[in-house]
């Protein structure tokens, strides 16, 4: 390493409190040093497990149930993951087994919905979700909620058709992003109002990088309640609708809400 690649010395150092990506590594001659390229290597590894990892559905319903909530369990039509990963379509659809369970429930109708998803990363769903029920349920006084759905194999349009059967005026899907090399735990919010299987992404509003590292739970729960209201008020999500939440935190600190992939 010469002189100018010391570490004291490299100007981009100071940025590196700025940023989860990777910047002002140095350099072993035409290759990385040792430690950031095993580092690199573990982050592709947790993203790869992230994607292939089941959600354990188990833990999710006791720590929900603990909180009040009632849940339901459903599957998706895609069989098992490597089915999911292959064929996006089979994630959009409910299993008939599901079907048929749910349109056998009593009708009720709800003022919104939650579905958790494992999407393209069961740790997302396993650790975020249930923080974010929490803060944004004191929110949510008045409003009627249905029981908390838990689906495996699930792809973001998955909560249409569970919100149309269960006649939800706006369902919440919390799911799973595609995991990045430094965000394997990744939630993503979808809302969508009157939800019906063939809903397009253009009539969904999205929150994304919900973890403690990126949109914490408070910011997203105040996102996520502004969004519900106004889609209550206006009778739309999607493109109609606008999120200018953070004009209501004077003063408060932003957060990064960018997807890196869609689910």
């Known amino acids: 390493m010469s ?3 010391a570490p004291d010395k490299d100007p981009w150092n100071a940025l590196r409190r700025f940023t989860q990506a990777r910047i002002a590594l140095g350099r072993a001659g035409n290759s990385l ?17 992230a994607v292939h990892h089941p959600l354990d559905v188990d833990p999710l319903h006791a720590q929900l149930r603990s909180q009040g909530f009632n849940t339901l369990d459903v599957h998706s039509a895609a069989p098992d993951r490597e089915h999911y990963l292959r064929r996006p379509d089979l994630g959009r659809r409910l299993s008939d087994e599901s079907r048929a369970a749910l349109a056998q429930l009593p009708a009720q109708s709800t003022d919104v919905l ?7 990363s ?7 979700a249930v923080p974010l029920l929490q803060a944004i349920h004191p929110k949510l006084a008045g409003w009627t909620i249905g029981p ?15 919100g149309e059967l269960l006649d939800a005026k706006i369902v919440v899907m919390l799911i799973g992003e595609r995991p990045g090399l430094s965000s394997p735990d990744s ?7 009157a939800p019906k299987a063939g809903c ?64």
């Open 3 to 5: 002189e100018n690649d």
């Open 148 to 162: 908390v759905v838990i689906a495996r194999q699930a792809r973001v349009a998955l909560g249409d058709a569970i």
């Open 122 to 128: 069961a740790f997302a769903a396993s650790k975020q």
């Open 200 to 263: 397009s992404d253009a009539q969904r509003n999205c929150i994304s990088n919900v973890r403690p590292e990126g949109l914490d739970y408070p910011q997203a729960a105040h996102k996520l309640h502004y969004l519900l209201t106004q889609a209550r008020k206006l009778k739309l999500t999607g493109v109609g609708l606008k999120d200018d939440s953070d004009e209501l935190l004077a003063g408060a600190p932003t957060h990064p809400a960018v997807s890196d992939g869609s689910t």
């Open 33 to 49: 040093p040792t430690a950031p390229l095993l580092a690199f290597n573990l982050a592709h590894a947790q993203a790869r497990d």
């Open 114 to 120: 939650f579905v958790i998803g494992d999407g393209l």
């Open 187 to 193: 939630l993503g919010i979808y809302i969508t109002y």
